[in-house]
């Protein structure tokens, strides 16, 4: 069964300061991962897409990386700001020949950026 | 350009009542998905549109449950004699390809159901 596992559920942090978050996954055959931004009552929007070949992909302070031998991901926020406030989820998605076009979901993780 | 919009924001209904959630694509896209999110929940998938491929239906989670899309634009979920357990935030999101492409999907901001 795929499964997208995230860690930790839920993070404080200072503003300013650095973060990682974790996410571990068994999808498989693997297309690619993206990690999403989600703020309180609203749609997720996209920070990174990495496919198989790809270690490691920037957006401004995010930046992700990709072991595809482990089938572990990581999101790194460099100085924080009080805006990077929000659920951050990571999605994977399976190879179509694998026959499905139906992406597995993390369930998030709650960041909370203090002043 | 407009993003993917979605209607109403906000739905309270009755238990026992159907309800008709809109979502209105990003021009062009030919996916569209439709996800549930649960309070403390990841996404749920729920059904998806390729072009004028049949929908694959395989989340729906009953018989309640029906989308369509019509023209390969605007897309409604219906459910039907809804029930507590329904409420959620229903997202949608469109694409110019389906997902395992590189294609990016675009989420409205999702309607609100609260089942009373």
């Known amino acids: 069964k795929n499964q997208v596992e995230q860690s930790p559920q839920s993070l404080i942090i200072l503003e300013g300061k650095n973060c990682t978050l974790q996410?571990?996954?068994?999808?498989?055959?693997?297309?690619?991962l993206r990690w999403y931004k989600q703020d309180t009552g609203r749609g997720p929007v996209s920070l990174t897409i990495?496919?198989?070949?790809?270690n490691t992909k920037s957006n401004g302070r995010y930046t992700a990386t990709l072991d595809a031998d482990t089938k572990q991901s990581s999101l790194h926020i460099t100085a924080s700001q009080l805006s990077d406030s929000a659920s951050y989820i990571c999605?994977?998605?399976?190879?179509?020949?694998?026959?499905?076009?139906?992406?597995?979901f993390g369930r998030g993780t709650s960041l909370i950026v203090h002043p | 350009g407009a993003g993917v919009s979605q209607s109403p924001s906000n739905k309270v209904t009755e238990k026992g009542k159907d309800v008709e959630l809109r979502c209105d694509p990003i021009?062009?896209?030919?996916?569209l998905y439709w996800y549930r999110q649960s309070l403390g929940q990841g996404l749920e998938f729920l059904i998806y549109?390729?072009?004028?491929?049949?929908?694959?239906k395989s989340g729906l989670p009953s018989d309640r449950f029906s989308a369509e899309r019509t023209g390969g634009s605007v897309s409604t979920l219906t459910i039907q004699r809804t029930q507590q357990e329904d409420s959620a935030v229903y997202l949608c999101?469109?694409?110019?390809?389906?997902?395992?492409?590189?294609?990016?999907?675009?989420f409205g901001p999702g309607t609100r159901l609260t089942v009373t």
């Open positions: 999101a469109s694409s110019w390809g389906l997902a395992g492409t590189s294609y990016e999907q675009y």
């Open positions: 549109f390729q072009g004028n491929s049949a929908p694959d």
């Open positions: 021009s062009g896209h030919t996916a």
């Open positions: 999605v994977v998605s399976a190879d179509p020949s694998g026959g499905s076009y139906i992406p597995t």
């Open positions: 996410c571990n996954y068994t999808v498989s055959p693997f297309s690619n």
């Open positions: 990495m496919t198989f070949s790809e």
